[in-house]
């Protein structure tokens, strides 16, 4: 069962009961408040994560991700949320500090 593992945010755990699902829609999906300022469309890097653990476990680059890391605004081990698809296992993950909501407690 695929899994997300948010770990600032408490170690907040997420279960889909399907793969290829975006990351940002299961987020949504558990309640969890995540930046997304384009509406989902990764025409932004407002809901990029850092990916911590489980690469092999997200589909493979969109061209939108390709487009933002070619212009230095996504790192190698950032992903837009809005574009990954969890497609099988576990990934761990944390929010970026330019993501952050002012109105949400984060842990370490």
Not at 15 to 30: C, G, M, Q, T
Not at 74 to 99: F, M, P, T
Request: charged content about 30%; glycine content about 6%.
């Amino acid at each position: 069962m695929p899994r997300i593992v948010i770990q600032n945010l408490f170690n907040k755990e997420i279960f889909s009961k399907a793969p290829d699902r975006k990351v940002i829609e299961l987020i949504h999906e558990n309640g969890i408040d995540w930046m997304h300022a384009c509406g989902k469309k990764g025409r932004c890097t407002t809901c990029k994560f850092i990916l911590v653990k489980g690469e092999q476990n997200l589909g493979p680059f969109t061209e939108a991700e390709e487009k933002f890391a070619n212009m230095g605004r996504l790192k190698a081990n950032e992903r837009l949320s809005c574009q990954a698809e969890l497609v099988s296992g576990e990934i761990i993950i944390r929010v970026a500090e330019v993501n952050k909501f002012p109105h949400l407690e984060y842990s370490k």
